[in-house]
């Protein structure tokens, strides 16, 4: 549909060619702007808008009916919560919520678990390592839903979210939060809305806000498991505990 | 019935006297020619019929109204000259039917067979055209709008003298076929004699002379003789032009002689003979004394 | 010989139809200038947000409103030339007609601008949903609301027109005094620029405000059509001794 952004200047060439040697074509005999073309050329253009206009309110949804994701209005103060809420459970030593669950699995393990990044990507998980004693050669592991916002709209729940890959002692993470969003604002001109129901007021941003947070994963590992991450991205739990 | 009347109107731009007191009254259905010298004053007369200008003194009525900003003047009221605009995005074509919407006895196969026999094109637009085809343009519109009031002021500007010669002949025509009241000014007296019924001269912010052209060329009169034979008037006061080759004369006078008198010259062998319209104006507005050549003495 | 007996009305009618097409050029360029906006304000990228691969696209009607705005000005002034003043009188006209024939000129010329630039709304959501794919957030399409459409319409045709006037107007000013018109017309914009008209604000402001801040569409239109009253009046008191052809 990128050609259709075409036509308008295709439109103005036509034009301008016509405004340029509009009199020799008329000389030549090619054919002659009068006035009769004028009224021609704004008649249809008018023509061309009421059927676009009649497209328009016949073929798409109204701006109620448009499927939008709730408010952050609604939902972010208790997404706020909950979000911090689960730093707070993993220290605490209890289980988070499982309505914030992604996944749980459980994977094997030997000795030692090495964690690797693998692509390109800036978001960066939250890594919380637990050491039990009851686990026994094997990893528990809780990924937790991260949150997005954009421009007052709660897109959590259209993430899609990569779980990491496990080896045989190897986790790898790679991209996990694939968001791809195209947000398109449509605002009328303000000198003109002025006396209808909405007002001057613009639900206009030209700026865009938003506000994320990066999924968080819980490993709850053997005691003795010598856990190798890079970039001391990882954080142990009883160090957290023993800072408090 | 008057279609224009004048009276004790005045017309002055800043300190400088126009026309002064002036008082005419031109009938219905009349051809008359507006002369003067150049700059009298005979545009402001007639921008000021056509209600494009106001009097500034007196009382000045057209159709019985007062010509200024009035619409039963405009409507039957057409002022042909050469600073006539048109829209420039419009063609000779447009423009006639512009003529015919507005006037309402505007005849568009005239005007058309005029155009094509002038070399108009109809797709032409005005504004392009040279200062000869415009002002034929400007004519055509004159004639075919059959205006009851048609004011021509100085409508042969750029004409050469053969379309000089067919506008005249298209006016007449047309003017005897339609007769309505026409206003017609130039400076080229010697080819419109012819053409007018009457003649309106200014002078010296007057009207000089009202009347028709025959009343115009009667006031004067040219004898020719020997010298011997025109003595007794070659020292008269009323002499306008004298011309002399060898002994023979050719007088220019003012004329105030009574039919009798002129039996008597002719007897004694003194050449009567009228005087054309044109010298006539030359000698009401031409200078009493001496000419252009003292200026070079 | 009969004389035409005319009616204003009838007079008033030719002139109208004979200034629509002394000046059709002008709807081309109207036409013109709604595309050139089109292309404009088509949608287009405005940010990018490489982390969260957000993209944001925005889209407003507002060049679509300002070049209507220009060109109702500009052919406000271009109408009120001493040309088109000239080009009258070749015809019937008396100064009053002329005025009166231009006022409902530019209420026909007004009320296309203001057909266009609303029309273009929707047709603008149309093609930003085919663009992109995506249903633009915007406000209240016309079936939900079809009044506040009329609104804006009626909205629309009061300020152009209005933009319009004070276009003719300003030429009236310039072009029909001379230099003295010029003169009048300066001291006029800068004392409204000075003097200070309630809540210490310069008269400008008041006036401008006036309009703006309305919330009432009727008290909106009595202003606009006293505006105009006004400013029309001006005109006509300016030119009515005024002589035909000065050149």
């Known amino acids: ?244 | ?297 | 010989m009969y004389l035409t007996k005319p009616k204003l009305i009838d007079i008033v009618s030719k002139q109208v139809r004979f200034k629509l097409n002394a000046n059709a050029v002008s709807f081309s360029i109207l036409v013109f200038l709604q595309l050139l906006a089109l292309a404009l304000s088509f949608p287009s990228m405005t940010s990018i947000d490489h982390e969260l691969d957000v993209s944001l696209v925005e889209v407003s009607v507002t060049s679509h409103v300002i070049f209507a705005v220009l060109w109702t000005f500009f052919s406000g002034i271009h109408l009120a030339n001493c040309t088109k003043w000239n080009e009258t009188f070749t015809f019937v006209t008396t100064r009053f007609t002329h005025h009166l024939s231009n006022f409902f000129y530019m209420v026909i010329a007004s009320f296309i601008a203001s057909v266009m630039t609303v029309l273009a709304s929707p047709t603008l959501r149309l093609l930003t949903y085919m663009r992109y794919d995506e249903i633009p957030q915007s406000p209240l399409t016309i079936i939900e609301a079809p009044m506040d459409f009329f609104i804006q319409f009626i909205t629309a045709f009061l300020y152009l027109l209005l933009f319009f006037v004070i276009g003719y107007v300003i030429q009236s000013f310039v072009q029909m005094n001379g230099l003295l018109g010029s003169v009048y017309l300066i001291a006029i914009i800068f004392s409204l620029f000075i003097i200070n008209g309630i809540f210490g604000v310069p008269l400008i402001s008041n006036l401008v405000l006036a309009f703006l801040q309305e919330r009432s569409l009727f008290l909106f239109s009595l202003k606009v059509i006293g505006a105009i009253a006004v400013l029309f009046s001006l005109s006509i008191w300016m030119t009515n001794r005024l002589e035909v052809r000065k050149s």
Not at chain 2, 62 to 85: A, K, Q, R, Y
């Open chain 2, 1 to 297: 019935m008057t279609v224009i009347t004048c009276q004790n109107v005045t017309k002055s731009y800043r300190s400088y006297n126009v026309l002064n007191d002036i008082q005419f009254d031109i009938k219905e259905n009349t051809l008359t020619g507006i002369i003067g010298r150049n700059g009298v004053g005979k545009t402001t007369l007639m921008k000021m019929i056509a209600g494009y200008t106001e009097v500034d003194a007196g009382k000045l009525e057209v159709f019985s109204e007062n010509p200024f900003n009035n619409l039963i003047v405009s409507s039957n009221t057409v002022f042909i000259d050469d600073t006539m605009t048109f829209p420039e995005s419009m063609t000779i074509q447009d423009i006639f039917k512009e003529c015919k919407r507005f006037f309402d006895r505007w005849d568009n196969q005239l005007a058309t067979r005029l155009s094509t026999y002038s070399g108009l094109h109809p797709k032409t637009k005005p504004y392009i055209l040279s200062k000869g085809k415009r002002s034929i343009f400007h004519a055509i519109i004159g004639i075919a709008s059959r205006s009851p009031l048609t004011i021509f002021d100085e409508p042969t500007n750029g004409m050469d003298a053969v379309v000089r010669k067919d506008f005249y002949r298209a006016l007449l025509k047309d003017y005897i076929a339609h007769p309505r009241t026409i206003l017609l000014s130039s400076h080229h007296i010697e080819e419109i004699e012819n053409l007018l019924e009457d003649v309106l001269l200014i002078h010296n912010q007057t009207i000089l002379f009202h009347g028709s052209i025959t009343d115009l060329q009667e006031r004067f009169i040219t004898l020719m003789g020997t010298e011997q034979k025109l003595g007794n008037y070659m020292d008269s006061d009323d002499v306008i032009a004298l011309q002399k080759i060898d002994s023979y004369v050719t007088l220019t006078m003012k004329n105030r002689f009574t039919e009798q008198e002129f039996e008597v010259m002719r007897e004694n062998g003194i050449h009567v003979s009228n005087v054309s319209a044109n010298d006539a104006y030359v000698a009401l507005t031409g200078k009493s004394k001496g000419g252009i050549d003292d200026v070079f003495n």
């Open chain 1, 1 to 244: 549909m990128g050609a259709l952004a075409l036509i308008p200047f295709l439109l103005i060439i036509v034009i301008f060619v016509l405004l340029m040697f509009g009199k020799t074509f008329s000389r030549q005999g090619i054919f002659s702007i009068n006035r009769k073309f004028h009224f021609i050329v704004a008649f249809s253009f008018i023509g061309v808008l009421f059927i676009m206009t009649i497209l328009a309110e016949l073929l798409y949804p109204t701006s109620q009916e448009i499927e939008r994701p709730p408010h952050t209005e609604d939902t972010s103060p208790s997404r706020f919560q909950a979000y911090n809420k689960i730093e707070n459970d993993i220290i605490a030593g209890s289980r988070a919520n499982s309505s914030l669950l992604v996944a749980s699995r459980t994977h094997k393990v030997d000795e030692q678990l090495e964690i690797t990044y693998s692509g390109e990507f800036y978001d960066f998980p939250l890594i919380y390592v637990e050491r039990s004693e009851e686990a026994e050669n094997t990893i528990e592991e809780y990924v937790y839903k991260p949150f997005m916002f954009v421009n007052d709209y709660d897109y959590t729940d259209k993430l899609d979210i990569h779980l990491p890959t496990w080896g045989k002692d190897t986790m790898t993470i790679s991209n996990m939060v694939d968001f791809n969003l195209n947000l398109t604002e449509y605002s009328d001109a303000s000198l003109f809305k002025q006396f209808t129901s909405e007002g001057n007021n613009s639900t206009f941003s030209s700026s865009f806000g938003s506000s994320s947070a990066t999924p968080i994963i819980h490993l709850i590992v053997p005691k003795d498991l010598e856990v190798i991450a890079p970039f001391d991205d990882v954080m142990f739990v009883e160090e957290l505990r023993e800072e408090q």
